[in-house]
């Protein structure tokens, strides 16, 4: 799935590309899918994209924004699959679940193995829509500050027991952060997923900010995550530490095979020696 190193870079990518083209057609899923929501009947999102032009698209956690002007915003989000231009002549793919065909000849699509949402909202609607309207500083932001993660961390001790893991990936208390990227933050800041926050020192505390905020900045400065692909189908640039193939694998650090469990809705890689 996009998080927010690869959202990032696709829309860099689109407004270095299809931004300022304008839309000839719009079309929604031609493959039933019941794990994508639409927000509008393909109809009526046809007629209302048709003739529009794309503004500049940006990434706020896992959601890209994109505008089309005049008066509407195109939201696409928690996608897992693929987010493509397509250079004219295009074609469609044979299945998608959102195509745009450009008056050049041109194209983008997304379709996605997993889920995902696409709505079009009248302009400056869109931060009403119920997964957005709450997003909170993402970790690329200037506002992301030391001071805010400890407020993040006391919020969430108080609200229940909550893991490093939690932290990270539950409830969006760090927008764009979810579990791929999650495991190599915690295995930089030398921390096992299941531990409360309550027992941290300010030190390992510290360590894990700074391990988000460096290990997003690495992802997007690489172009996203080598097991995903940006706009133009090319996988980026980053070689996640922990993940599937880790497992049983000497730890980068201390040798020590390194495991795996499932921790919070999904599996864990980790160090037993390195991550406490």
């Not at 709450?134 to 993040?152: A, K």
């Not at 000497?250 to 499932?262: A, D, F, N």
């Amino acid at each position: 799935m996009f998080e927010l190193p690869e959202l990032t870079t696709i829309a860099s990518q689109m407004a270095e590309t299809i931004q300022g083209r304008v839309i000839a057609e719009g079309h929604l899923g031609n493959t039933p899918h019941r794990f994508v929501w639409y927000n509008r009947a393909h109809d009526e999102f046809s007629a209302l994209v048709k003739g529009c032009r794309v503004g500049h698209p940006h990434a706020e956690g896992k959601w890209l924004f994109v505008p089309l002007e005049p008066g509407y915003v195109l939201l696409l989000g928690e996608w897992g699959g693929r987010i493509l231009c397509h250079e004219p002549p295009a074609e469609p793919p044979a299945k998608y679940h959102l195509y745009l065909a450009f008056e050049d000849g041109s194209a983008f699509s997304a379709t996605t193995q997993m889920w995902g949402g696409v709505g079009l909202f009248e302009q400056g609607s869109e931060w009403d829509y119920e997964y957005v309207r709450n997003l909170r500083t993402q970790p690329n932001s200037p506002e992301f500050t030391w001071e805010y993660f400890v407020g993040l961390a006391e919020e969430s001790r108080a609200a229940k027991k909550r893991s490093v893991k939690g932290l990270l990936t539950q409830e969006g208390f760090v927008p764009g952060v979810g579990n791929a990227i999650a495991q190599d933050i915690m295995f930089r800041a030398r921390l096992d997923p299941r531990r409360d926050l309550a027992e941290l020192s300010a030190e390992q505390l510290r360590a894990l900010y700074d391990e988000t905020v460096m290990t997003v900045a690495e992802v997007t400065a690489a172009g996203g995550r080598s097991d995903e692909r940006d706009l133009f189908g090319k996988p980026g640039g980053y070689a996640r530490i922990m993940h599937a193939k880790a497992a049983g694998r000497p730890c980068p650090v201390c040798g020590t095979p390194i495991e795996k469990l499932q921790y919070l809705g999904g599996a864990c890689y980790l160090c037993p020696t390195c991550q406490r």
